[in-house]
């Protein structure tokens, strides 16, 4: 339509031409390769891993483990992990104990396989009793050694500490 | 000389060339693989051997253990037959280019004199021409027999693409062929050997440079390298021509491609880079069997050098555009080889009249 200015290409133009050396793309080529052949002197960033394992920082999500003060478990059995859990990873079996917290995991499971690593048991427990570590190697040899009971998950305070903190400081 | 040793001679030199070139192009599979790592910040294989060097052996091993699966409505003859050709056209380009000078063994005796070079044909050049434009064939009838279509149009676009470099390669040569006087390669060489100025060498470089450009763009192009990879590119047809291959035949494409690359080095060698001169080497004095040794040990320097090159290059800039490459074929490169042609031919004719 006539007024349709906005449709019109515009009449200005800007483009960057080519410099002459660069219409001759040969010398391009050859700055190219000094960046490229540069590099090849610079270090290397390979870790070599089974020799040399990686270290994640105190923020990464590793697998989920129970965290117990001087063999008792922080956790209650109260259930929250387990309902929150997106992949319905966690079973928990609450039962009785004459402790102060009056409840405990009879049996605390975690299906391994479906885990999702997200995190979400571990910022929904009320008692900081589930966290996520750093571990991140797992290898099972069978569908039963993949379900991870109470004595695979349990992990000290000072073990953790790392991780508490970080909770602590940035959650 | 009698049939027999001149039977036995070639065997001999068929036989340390064919091995010497399969190993290379086994090794030739990891090194980009090292060198492409080491341009990326990391290691490459080094699980294998040290420093990754039985990767090859496992490479190829696998290659021999894999099911060879050939699509039902293909033409079998044809499926089979590509990839023969492709290699067997990389490796017969060898059998006019020039090791090195004569090499004499002195046995019991008896000086028993070789020429290093498998077959001293007299039109030299033409061959290695001839032979590059029968490796159009082995893509071609591999996208062809497949009986895919992206196959084929992967092959199509490749045959075009080798087709239309074939053409600047063939002129630039002639610029060679002006300046030595010569289509035998051995006496391109040769040509090769005083110095200007008393210290430059004269290696075909320095009167031919664009010519050399020409040819190294159009071997970057014959062998289907990148920046001009379109045939073969991934993200491109799948895997272009080869896609419905498996097992030993693809092993045969993937050799042969790096066969390729060691030849049109060791062309590109010969004609602009002295091939087998080495400058300066009569200041060192040695014996003539060591001097011809140095001499082979240049040729395999330099090849190796510039195979360096290709694989640099690959890891340095983008691919072309197949309307560029086309562009860029026809519009850039053939000008200016035939302006090269005229150019050196007018140098050549004044040198003549002036002297």
């Given at each position: 339509?006539?007024?349709?200015?906005?449709?019109e290409?515009s009449?200005?133009?800007?483009?960057?031409?080519?410099?002459?050396?660069?219409?001759?793309?040969v010398?391009?080529?050859?700055?190219?390769?000094?960046?490229?052949?540069?590099q090849?002197?610079?270090?290397?960033?390979?870790?070599q891993?089974?020799?040399?394992?990686?270290?994640?920082?105190?923020?990464?999500?590793?697998?989920?483990?129970?965290?117990?003060?001087?063999?008792?478990e922080?956790?209650?059995?109260?259930?929250?992990?387990?309902?929150?859990?997106?992949?319905?990873?966690i079973?928990?079996?609450?039962?009785?104990?004459?402790?102060?917290?009056?409840?405990?995991?009879?049996?605390?499971?975690?299906n391994?396989?479906?885990?999702?690593f997200?995190?979400?048991?571990?910022?929904?427990?009320?008692e900081?009793?589930?966290?996520?570590?750093?571990?991140?190697?797992?290898?099972?040899?069978?569908?039963e050694?993949?379900?991870?009971?109470?004595?695979?998950?349990?992990?000290?305070?000072e073990?953790?500490?790392?991780?508490?903190?970080?909770?602590?400081?940035?959650? | 000389?009698?049939?027999?040793?001149?039977?036995?001679?070639?065997?001999?030199?068929?036989?340390?060339?064919?091995?010497?070139?399969?190993?290379v192009?086994?090794?030739?599979?990891?090194?980009?693989?090292?060198?492409?790592?080491?341009?990326?910040?990391?290691?490459?294989?080094?699980?294998?051997?040290?420093?990754?060097?039985?990767?090859?052996?496992?490479?190829i091993?696998?290659?021999?253990?894999?099911?060879?699966?050939?699509?039902?409505?293909?033409?079998?003859?044809?499926?089979?037959?590509?990839?023969?050709?492709?290699?067997?056209?990389?490796?017969?380009?060898?059998?006019?280019?020039?090791?090195?000078?004569?090499?004499?063994?002195?046995?019991?005796?008896?000086?028993?004199?070789?020429?290093?070079?498998?077959?001293?044909?007299?039109?030299?050049?033409?061959?290695?021409?001839?032979?590059?434009?029968?490796?159009?064939?082995?893509?071609?009838?591999?996208?062809?027999?497949?009986n895919?279509?992206?196959?084929?149009?992967?092959?199509?676009?490749?045959?075009?693409?080798?087709?239309?470099?074939?053409?600047?390669?063939?002129?630039s040569?002639?610029?060679?062929?002006?300046?030595?006087?010569?289509?035998?390669?051995?006496?391109?060489?040769?040509?090769?050997?005083?110095?200007?100025?008393?210290?430059i060498?004269?290696w075909?470089?320095?009167?031919?440079?664009?010519?050399?450009?020409?040819?190294?763009?159009a071997?970057?192009?014959?062998?289907?390298r990148?920046?001009?990879?379109?045939?073969?590119?991934?993200?491109?047809?799948v895997a272009g021509?080869?896609?419905?291959?498996?097992?030993?035949?693809?092993?045969?494409?993937?050799?042969?491609?790096?066969?390729?690359?060691?030849?049109?080095?060791?062309?590109?060698?010969?004609?602009?880079?002295?091939?087998?001169?080495?400058?300066?080497?009569?200041?060192?004095?040695?014996?003539?069997?060591?001097?011809?040794?140095?001499?082979?040990g240049?040729?395999?320097l330099?090849?190796?050098l510039?195979?360096?090159?290709?694989?640099?290059?690959?890891?340095?800039?983008?691919?072309?555009?197949?309307?560029?490459?086309?562009?860029?074929?026809?519009?850039?490169?053939l000008?200016?080889a035939?302006?090269n042609?005229?150019?050196?031919?007018?140098?050549?004719?004044?040198?003549?009249y002036?002297?």
């Open positions: 339509m006539k007024n349709d200015k906005y449709l290409p009449k200005e133009i800007r483009t960057k031409d080519l410099s002459f050396w660069q219409k001759m793309y010398p391009e080529i050859l700055k190219g390769m000094t960046v490229t052949i540069g090849m002197f610079k270090p290397r960033f390979t870790y891993y089974p020799e040399v394992k990686f270290e994640p920082a105190s923020s990464f999500r590793g697998r989920p483990v129970l965290v117990h003060e001087n063999g008792t922080r956790c209650v059995a109260c259930g929250l992990c387990s309902r929150v859990c997106p992949a319905l990873a079973e928990v079996q609450a039962a009785e104990t004459d402790l102060d917290k009056e409840r405990y995991p009879e049996k605390f499971e975690i391994m396989t479906r885990c999702i997200c995190g979400f048991c571990e910022e929904v427990c009320p900081e009793a589930i966290i996520m570590s750093n571990e991140y190697e797992l290898v099972f040899n069978s569908q050694e993949s379900i991870f009971g109470k004595e695979k998950l349990l992990k000290s305070v073990e953790m500490k790392a991780r508490l903190d970080f909770l602590r400081t940035m959650r | 000389m009698d049939a027999t040793a001149i039977a036995i001679e070639a065997i001999v030199k068929i036989g340390l060339v064919v091995l010497i070139t399969l190993t192009v086994a090794y030739l599979v990891l090194a980009e693989r090292k060198v492409s790592a080491f341009i990326q910040n990391r290691n490459g294989p080094n699980r294998v051997g040290p420093w990754g060097l039985f990767q090859s052996v496992a490479d091993g696998k290659l021999f253990l894999k099911e060879d699966v050939v699509p039902d409505a293909a033409n079998k003859f044809v499926h089979t037959l590509a990839p023969l050709i492709s290699l067997g056209v990389a490796m017969s380009t060898f059998a006019v280019v020039p090791f090195g000078d004569m090499i004499t063994f002195t046995i019991g005796g008896i000086d028993y004199t070789y020429k290093l070079m498998i077959a001293d044909v007299n039109i030299g050049i033409l061959y290695i021409l001839a032979m590059t434009s029968l490796g159009v064939y082995g893509i071609t009838l591999s996208g062809w027999s497949s895919n279509k992206y196959s084929l149009l992967g092959g199509l676009r490749a045959s075009a693409q080798m087709i239309s470099y074939e053409l600047s390669m063939g002129l040569i002639i610029g060679v062929v002006l300046v030595a006087g010569s289509l035998r390669l051995d006496e391109i060489v040769y040509a090769q050997g005083g110095y200007y100025l008393g210290f060498p004269q075909n470089i320095v009167p031919q440079f664009f010519g050399c450009i020409t040819f190294v763009v071997s970057f192009a014959e062998t289907n990148l920046p001009f990879d379109l045939p073969e590119a991934e993200p491109e047809l021509y080869h896609t419905e291959y498996s097992g030993m035949k693809f092993g045969l494409f993937f050799l042969a491609e790096y066969a390729n690359m060691i030849t049109a080095s060791a062309v590109i060698t010969t004609l602009y880079l002295g091939g087998w001169q080495a400058p300066f080497i009569e200041y060192l004095g040695l014996s003539p069997f060591m001097v011809s040794v140095a001499q082979i240049t040729f395999c330099k090849v190796a510039v195979i360096l090159f290709f694989i640099v290059v690959r890891w340095t800039i983008p691919r072309f555009r197949y309307d560029q490459l086309m562009n860029l074929g026809w519009k850039v490169m000008p200016l035939l302006a042609i005229v150019v050196t031919g007018l140098v050549i004719l004044l040198n003549q002036i002297d």
